[in-house]
């Protein structure tokens, strides 16, 4: 079936290490995104790509980098520099030429710090 | 800046009543919109969208209404049934860029 799957679901980080989280996408859509999900705060965009080795920031980028060396991978790195990396983080995709089209989520991964 | 608001938190409906759940935005670049329904620990699911050159649209009991002068939309649930009860993302965007903005949400409760 097709699909995004994002991995680990969930992952503890000990403060100062660098974790990455995982999105891969089957439905050969050319735009991918992450997403932070804080109570209260909603969704907020980190970064976005709409084609193969090409990305840009979102609205909090500070603390992370991505890369989009394939058209089905967007890996996620939360860094140390992430002053609060403890959050919900979502991936999601959407056919790249038709930018009025819906986005495709993967099921989540949450992040604790401990 | 938050381009995108949802200025209600929370909103709790008896079973069978409307819903109506609002979104502001403030960009004018904003050419169309679209509504995501999400549970805990789930990802976003969509429910229905918009274009800026209708101001209605209607799936099932669902319907979106868009106010371009007023830069708001509101999601109507008719009739609201306990099933409704999660997060509702209002989500703007434009034809011309890729960025996609999310308001903070609202959480729907549904009463039976």
């Known amino acids: 079936d097709g699909g995004i799957t994002q991995s680990p679901k969930y992952l503890f980080r000990k403060e100062g290490q660098n974790v990455t989280l995982s999105c891969e996408q089957n439905?050969?859509?050319?735009?991918m995104y992450w997403y932070r999900q804080d109570p209260g705060q909603g969704l907020r965009l980190i970064y976005y790509?709409?084609?193969?080795?090409?990305?840009q920031k979102g609205d909090i980028a500070e603390g992370y980098s991505v890369s989009r060396e394939k058209k089905e991978s967007f890996p996620l790195t939360v860094t140390s520099a992430q002053k609060n990396p403890t959050a919900f983080y979502l991936c999601?995709?959407?056919?790249?030429?038709?930018?009025?089209?819906?986005?495709?989520f993967g099921e989540g991964s949450r992040l604790t710090v401990l | 800046d938050q381009q995108v608001k949802q200025n209600s938190p929370s909103l709790s409906v008896q079973e069978g009543r409307i819903s109506i759940l609002n979104c502001d935005y403030t960009?004018?670049?904003?050419?169309?919109f679209l509504w995501y329904k999400k549970y805990p620990a789930e990802g976003p699911t969509f429910l229905i969208s918009?274009?800026?050159?209708?101001d209605k649209n209607e799936d099932g009991r669902f319907t979106v209404f868009l106010n371009k002068s007023a830069k708001h939309l509101s999601l109507h649930i008719v009739p609201s049934q306990p099933g409704d009860s999660a997060v509702y993302f209002c989500?703007?965007?434009?034809?011309?860029?890729?960025?996609?903005?999310f308001g903070q949400g609202t959480i729907l409760t549904v009463h039976p």
């Open positions: 790509s709409q084609i193969v080795n090409d990305f």
């Open positions: 989500n703007a965007g434009g034809t011309s860029y890729g960025k996609l903005t």
């Open positions: 439905l050969n859509h050319d735009a």
């Open positions: 918009i274009s800026s050159i209708k």
């Open positions: 960009n004018s670049m904003f050419d169309y």
């Open positions: 999601a995709s959407r056919p790249g030429a038709d930018l009025s089209g819906e986005l495709f």
